[in-house]
């Protein structure tokens, strides 16, 4: 009888040793995915543009994060811990390089996007909430509703860098009826989600004083994440059904990465995650590459090189070996996001809310 007790207590530790040690799998690879990333920056550090630049800063800010709180539960895990304050040493270097090649050929987009060149500007999540179906749009539009001009301009606004010393947290009626528009598609859409987290990064109080519509009166920024991540979350589940494409996959990743940094643990899905892993080069340690452009794109560099006054696209960027800048970066931010998800379910006493 005291033998047939004890069975099910000894089957749930082994299941329970089961599920560490895959757990520990899904961290080293996470890890080595990531350090593949950075060997990837430190040879391609003086071309990597602004939106590749924040995707690694975002990176910093997760690996700082994992390193401080990293659950020291047993020697795996301590190992673990040891790999990631090395690769977090070999990041800051080239980050550091990749800033200052950024500051001399893109200066003005320097200036205007500095504070996000901080891995203290981001704040990576204390605890998880889920997104809810029954915020999904009836129906989205067909084409974005974003304009890269006007979300810039709104992004240099909240951030104060919209001239020298100017006042930051200034929201004009243009960006807030943008950043609130519902039924926005693709970008759009993860554009005004990060223009609400970047607003409370900053600091800033109340993005939405002023709104005089009877219908948004009782809504907080809070309500507006939720909705955003909610049709997000709908949207990659779409892609997923209909089979990631080249067009697709790039949004895919930065749903993901967005909405994971935003606190929303079901993004930070295993089999997700398996896709964005099997999307990098094993060669360079990048994300989107594409080998047939290689030729064509050193073309293009030469070109922007003999025209210097010509305005760097800050989207994307095909890099000479064929690597998309974006797509590295969102890849980047959204595996460091993973990192500290999978850290966190480790760790008992931070496990997600239910």
């Not at 040891?82 to 977090?88: F, K, R, Y």
């Not at 104060?160 to 807030?176: L, Y």
């Not at 800033?204 to 909705?227: F, H, P, V």
Request: charged share 20%; with cysteine.
């Amino acid at each position: 009888m005291r033998t047939a007790a004890l069975l099910p207590t000894a089957a749930l530790a082994l299941f329970a040793a089961a599920l560490c040690a895959t757990r520990a799998e899904v961290i080293d690879d996470i890890l080595g995915s990531l350090s593949r990333g950075v060997s990837f920056l430190e040879r391609q550090h003086e071309h990597i543009n602004l939106d590749g630049a924040v995707g690694f800063v975002m990176m910093q800010a997760e690996l700082k994060e994992a390193v401080q709180t990293w659950p020291h539960t047993d020697s795996v895990s301590w190992a673990q811990r040891t790999a990631a304050v090395a690769l977090l040493n070999r990041l800051d270097q080239s980050l550091e390089k990749a800033v200052t090649a950024l500051k001399l050929n893109d200066p003005k987009y320097y200036r205007e996007f500095e504070p996000l060149l901080t891995s203290t500007f981001w704040m990576i999540p204390q605890e998880w909430r889920s997104t809810d179906s029954s915020l999904v749009y009836p129906s989205t539009l067909t084409s974005e509703c974003y304009d890269e001009q006007l979300s810039d301009k709104c992004l240099t606004l909240l951030l104060g860098t919209w001239k020298m010393n100017g006042t930051p947290c200034i929201v004009t009626k243009p960006c807030r009826d943008t950043m609130t528009h519902f039924g926005c598609p693709h970008y759009s859409l993860s554009h005004q989600l990060l223009y609400f987290m970047i607003g409370r990064m900053r600091g800033c109080n109340n993005l939405l004083k002023g709104d005089t519509r009877a219908s948004r009166t009782n809504m907080t920024e809070q309500n507006y994440q939720d909705i955003f991540c909610s049709n997000m979350m709908k949207a990659n589940q779409d892609i997923v059904a209909n089979g990631l494409t080249e067009q697709t996959v790039d949004i895919f990743i930065e749903n993901i990465m967005i909405c994971g940094l935003a606190g929303f643990s079901d993004f930070h899905k295993t089999d997700w995650l398996q896709h964005i892993l099997r999307l990098q080069d094993d060669e360079v340690g990048c994300f989107g590459r594409d080998k047939s452009f290689v030729s064509q794109v050193i073309g293009d560099e030469l070109l922007e090189q003999l025209q210097p006054h010509r305005r760097v696209k800050r989207r994307e960027k095909i890099l000479p070996d064929g690597c998309s800048s974006h797509m590295t970066a969102v890849a980047v931010g959204a595996l460091g996001g993973y990192l500290n998800f999978h850290l966190t379910e480790q760790d008992i006493t931070k496990r997600p809310l239910s």
